[in-house]
C-alpha cells in the first residue's frame, strides 16, 4: 500500500535577533467521531484525546529550533455479529511522541530544515513499539504573502518496511482577513493537511481544511493477530470556530465529516490478514490552547 502523507514545518518569518526567545505552547483535544458500518459486518466508533506541548527556541540569529511532546489516547469501538465488528481487533490504542524540528535561514527568504522523531504507538506493551524517524526540506518566501516548501521524510514502522513520505509547507496569505496554510489548528495526532483561514475580527477565527490521518500500532497478545500490528488510514474534513479569549487562551469548536476510512491488520509473521473500508462519518470535538 502506498501512502501519501503531508508533515508540518513551523516556520518563523520574525526578523533575526541575538537574544534567546521562547515561545511555549500548550495544546489539548477531545474528538469523537460517531458510529459508521464496515464493509464486511459490524461498526465501528472513536474517541480521541490527548495533548501537545510544543517549544520554539530562537537559537542563533540564523536557527531555530522546535521541540514537541505530544501524548494521545485513540478508544476505538468495534460492535455487531459479524466481520471486523465481531472479531474486535483492538481496543485503546496509546501513542506518545518525542520530535525536534531545526530551521536554518541562510538567506532573508530561504530556509532549510531537519526533522527527526521517536513515535511508540501501542494497544499494551510500549517498549516493543518504538520507531524512529526524520525528515529534511526547503523552504522559500517567494513574496511576503507566500511560502512555499518540499521535502521529505522516511519513518519506521512496525511490522512493515520503513515509509517514505513527502514534506509540504505552505503559507499563502489571500486578502487582509483569509489565508492558507499547512499551519492546521485541527492538527492532533498524525493529521497534516491544509486550512484556508478567515480572521473576520480579533476575537474570532474560522477554518475550513483537509487533513490525512495515518497510524501504525502495535497489537496485545490477544485477539485475531497477537503481537501484530494494526493500521489506520483516512481523510478528515473539518470546519471549526475558535474564540480568542484572551492572548494567551483560545478555545475552538470543531465539527466536520472523515471519508476514504480504511482498517488493516497485519499479523506476527507481516502478513496482511485482514484490510477493510468504511463509512464516511461525522465528528465532533473541543479544542484548547494556552499560550505562555
Not at 102 to 111: C, E, I, L, N
Not at 119 to 127: I, L
Not at 165 to 171: A, Q
Request: charged share 20%.
Amino acid at each position: 500500500m502506498v501512502s501519501i502523507t503531508l508533515a508540518l514545518c513551523v516556520l518563523s518569518t520574525q526578523a533575526e535577533t541575538t537574544t534567546p526567545k521562547y515561545n511555549t505552547k500548550l495544546d489539548f483535544h477531545y474528538v469523537h467521531q460517531f458510529e459508521s458500518a464496515i464493509d464486511n459486518g459490524g461498526d465501528v466508533e472513536l474517541t480521541s484525546y490527548g495533548s501537545e506541548l510544543r517549544i520554539d527556541t530562537k537559537m542563533t540569529n540564523s536557527d531555530d529550533l522546535q521541540v514537541r511532546f505530544q501524548y494521545q489516547r485513540d478508544e476505538w469501538d468495534f460492535s455487531g455479529t459479524s466481520g471486523l465488528g465481531l472479531e474486535d481487533p483492538w481496543d485503546t490504542i496509546d501513542t506518545i511522541d518525542l520530535a525536534f524540528t531545526w530551521t536554518h535561514s541562510y538567506s532573508k527568504s530561504s530556509k532549510i530544515f531537519l526533522g527527526g522523531i521517536a513515535r511508540s504507538s501501542y494497544e499494551e506493551d510500549a517498549s516493543s513499539s518504538t520507531v524512529y524517524g526524520g525528515s529534511i526540506g526547503f523552504v522559500h518566501s517567494f513574496t511576503s504573502d507566500f511560502t512555499l516548501g518540499l521535502g521529505v521524510g522516511v519513518i519506521e514502522q512496525i511490522l512493515e518496511d520503513a515509509r517514505l513520505f513527502p514534506v509540504f509547507v505552505l503559507e499563502w496569505k489571500l486578502s487582509e482577513n483569509l489565508r492558507m496554510t499547512s499551519d492546521l489548528s485541527t492538527r492532533f495526532g498524525t493529521r497534516t493537511g491544509v486550512e484556508l483561514v478567515w480572521t473576520p475580527n480579533s476575537d474570532w477565527t474560522l477554518g475550513a481544511g483537509i487533513s490525512y490521518s495515518y497510524s501504525r500500532f502495535r497489537l496485545d497478545f490477544e485477539d485475531i493477530a497477537p503481537n501484530g500490528a494494526g493500521e489506520t488510514t483516512a481523510w478528515p474534513l473539518s470546519f471549526r470556530a475558535t474564540y480568542h479569549a484572551s492572548p494567551s487562551f483560545d478555545l475552538t469548536i470543531l465539527g466536520g465529516i472523515v471519508i476514504s476510512e480504511q482498517l488493516e491488520i497485519t499479523n506476527q509473521t507481516r502478513n496482511v490478514i485482514e484490510r477493510q473500508e468504511y463509512e464516511s462519518a461525522g465528528a465532533v470535538g473541543v479544542l484548547a490552547q494556552i499560550r505562555f
